[in-house]
């Protein structure tokens, strides 16, 4: 991770490209390489544009690459759920799906904490949920 203190939705999203990698993978694997370069971009998406934020220029450049992050990871869920309901794509894990419900809630409760005023900067950079 990039510090040593760690932060909650960089270590998830982090985690969670990771298994987008492994099933992207293993999508290759099965010559499905469409479906695998759509969703190892916007599985892979969600956590560089929460990284970024961090950095972000003021509060509304923040929750600017937050809603970024929003964005791609419903384009994500979609393609997960395409995956799933396929009988031509291998099952995506349920912990994919777990681990990226749990990340919206966590990106929504920071965009809408966040358009309120009511994080401050160190809640931003350790947010805990």
Same mark, same amino acid.
């Given at each position: 991770?990039?510090?040593?203190?760690?932060?909650?939705?960089?270590?998830?999203?982090?985690?969670?490209?990771?298994?987008?990698?492994?099933?992207?993978?293993?999508?290759?694997?099965?010559?499905?390489?469409?479906?695998?370069?759509?969703?190892?971009?916007?599985?892979?998406?969600?956590?560089?544009?929460?990284?970024?934020?961090?950095?972000? $220029? /003021?509060?509304?450049?923040? &929750?600017?690459?937050?809603?970024?992050?929003? #964005?791609?990871?419903?384009? !994500?869920? *979609?393609? %997960?759920?395409?995956?799933?309901?396929?009988?031509?794509?291998?099952?995506?894990?349920?912990?994919?799906?777990?681990?990226? $419900? /749990?990340?919206?809630?966590? &990106?929504?409760k920071?965009?809408?904490?966040? #358009?309120?005023?009511?994080? !401050?900067? *160190?809640? %931003?950079n350790?947010?805990?949920?």
């Amino acid at each position: 991770m990039r510090n040593d203190r760690e932060n909650l939705i960089d270590k998830k999203t982090f985690d969670f490209s990771l298994q987008i990698i492994e099933y992207c993978e293993q999508l290759r694997s099965l010559n499905k390489y469409e479906m695998a370069s759509q969703l190892f971009k916007s599985g892979t998406s969600i956590g560089a544009n929460t990284w970024e934020a961090q950095n972000g $220029e /003021s509060m509304a450049d923040f &929750i600017h690459k937050f809603k970024i992050a929003a #964005k791609e990871a419903d384009e !994500t869920l *979609y393609w %997960i759920e395409l995956c799933k309901a396929s009988i031509q794509y291998p099952n995506p894990h349920e912990a994919i799906f777990s681990e990226l $419900e /749990s990340i919206i809630r966590i &990106i929504t409760k920071i965009v809408g904490s966040s #358009k309120k005023g009511k994080l !401050t900067n *160190y809640q %931003i950079n350790n947010y805990v949920g």
